[in-house]
């Protein structure tokens, strides 16, 4: 898509474009409130600005369209094929990760978070156990980190600076 298009959509329309990037709600008005944006930069800084002050409740809200990591998603949206091309170096390792995925998830509550893309599952399943010694408050923190890489090269593959 291009921005001319995502500054002329209606909010609705515009908020859709942006939802798989990052299901968080408030992030997506601030956005689209931006607007209009004069190249992909610009949307690029309001985005990562938007998404800086990612906490708890806002990994919690993005965390319902990501599946667990190793895990194939549910369904066929735009999400699941996002997931789906973003796990895709994820290979072996399998059992370790799904053990982790419960030690993690035993721990924290929440599923294990992470920019897949580019990362080997060997990288992964290091972050992964690493991670399990962070408290509570720090582990948020990575874990939101790690949605603002997703939501920003979902946003860089979604646009293009025409």
Same mark, same amino acid.
């Given at each position: ?33 931006? =607007? %209009? ?15 800086? %002050? ?8 993005? *965390?319902?369209?990501? %599946?667990?990591?190793?895990? =194939? ?36 509550? =929440? ?13 992964? *399943? ?25 939501? *920003?090269? =979902? ?8």
């Amino acid at each position: 898509m291009d921005l001319d298009t995502f500054n002329a959509l209606g909010s609705a329309e515009a908020a859709a474009v942006l939802r798989p990037c990052a299901e968080v709600g408030s992030w997506i008005e601030g956005v689209v409130g931006s =607007r %209009p944006y004069d190249s992909l930069d610009s949307l690029l800084v309001i985005a990562e600005a938007t998404s800086a %002050p990612w906490g708890a409740a806002e990994v919690d809200e993005a *965390l319902g369209q990501h %599946p667990r990591i190793g895990e =194939r998603p549910a369904g066929g949206g735009v999400e699941a094929t996002l997931s789906t091309a973003e796990q895709s170096g994820i290979s072996g390792d399998e059992d370790a990760i799904a053990d982790g995925n419960r030690a993690y998830e035993d721990t924290f509550g =929440r599923i294990f978070l992470i920019r897949a893309a580019g990362r080997t599952s060997a990288e992964v *399943l290091d972050q992964l156990t690493e991670r399990l010694d962070n408290d509570p408050e720090t582990e948020i923190a990575v874990a939101a980190g790690q949605l603002r890489e997703i939501a *920003l090269l =979902r946003l860089k593959g979604i646009f293009t600076d025409d």
